[in-house]
Nanobody, 122 residues
Framework: AVELVESGGGSVEVGGSLRLSCVIS?????????MAWARQAPGKEHKLVAY???????RYDEFVQGRFTISKGDEKNTLFLQMNSLKPEDTAVYYC???????????????WGQGIQVTVSS
């Protein structure tokens, strides 16, 4: 079974940084994988934050572009999200996602982690 386990969330003040990690295991594809982060703020729908394609290309939501960086660890099944210059509006539950291909709509990803809370306080 596919398993995605996030870690690294927590509370931080405005302007601070956090790094989320995700370990992905058991995925069925041998030729390619797209890994991504999505988030859900209170009362809002899930929104894609960033994805990292199999060819190394990335895509970011406009509201995090320049502040967040998605990357892969030395172990290819590890995904990171470095979040800098955090704002209160970044407060959300963050999810690690995996799918064979990349999509801008997180609902098109079949595999999700359990989610991890990030809270930014002013």
């Amino acid at each position: 079974a596919v398993e995605l386990v996030e870690s690294g969330g927590g509370s931080v003040e405005v302007g601070g940084s956090l790094r989320l990690s995700c370990v992905i295991s058991g995925y069925p594809w041998t030729d390619r994988i797209c890994m991504a982060w999505a988030r859900q703020a209170p009362g809002k729908e899930h929104k894609l934050v960033a994805y990292l394609n199999n060819d190394g290309s990335t895509r970011y939501d406009e509201f995090v572009q320049g502040r967040f960086t998605i990357s892969k660890g030395d172990e290819k099944n590890t995904l990171f999200l470095q979040m800098n210059s955090l704002k209160p509006e970044d407060t959300a539950v963050y999810y690690c996602l995996a799918e064979r291909n990349c999509y801008t709509n997180p609902r098109n990803f079949d595999y999700w982690g359990q989610g991890i809370q990030v809270t930014v306080s002013s």
